[in-house]
C-alpha cells in the first residue's frame, strides 16, 4: 500500500508545561499522550489537533536545535498549520495571545500567514 501519510509531527520546545498550555488552552488541541520519558523528568508529550488528523510531539529542545533560523519573519519549522477562514482566525487568536508576525497575505498557492508558538517557533497558517 507504501506511505499514507505523516503520522506526527516532532516540535523542540524550551519548556514542555507551556508549550502544552499554549497548544492545548489557546489553539484548542487536546493531550493524547503526557507521560514520564526519563529520569530528568522530561515528559513523552503528545497534543492532536482539533480536526484529529494531526498529532504534535512537544519534546525538549533548550537550545532549539529543532528550529533553523531564516533571518525573517518566514516560518522557521517547516510545519504548515491550515485554517478555515484564516481572516477570522488572524482576528481573534491575538486576543489569546497568538503572535502574527506576517499578516494574511494572498500568494499563488493561497492565503496564508505566520504565527509564533510560546516556544519562538514559526509556523505557517494557510486557508484550506
Known sequence: MGVRGVAKVLIGVSDQQRAKEFWVDTLGFTVTTDAP???AGTRWLEVTSPDGETILILS???QGQHRRESGDERPNTN???YADDIERTHAE???KGVEFPTPPSRQPWGWWATFVDSEGNRF???ER
Open 79 to 81: 510545519v504548515f498549520f
Open 37 to 39: 520519558y526519563d529520569d
Open 124 to 126: 505557517a497558517l494557510q
Open 93 to 95: 487568536l491575538p486576543a
Open 60 to 62: 525538549p529542545d533548550p
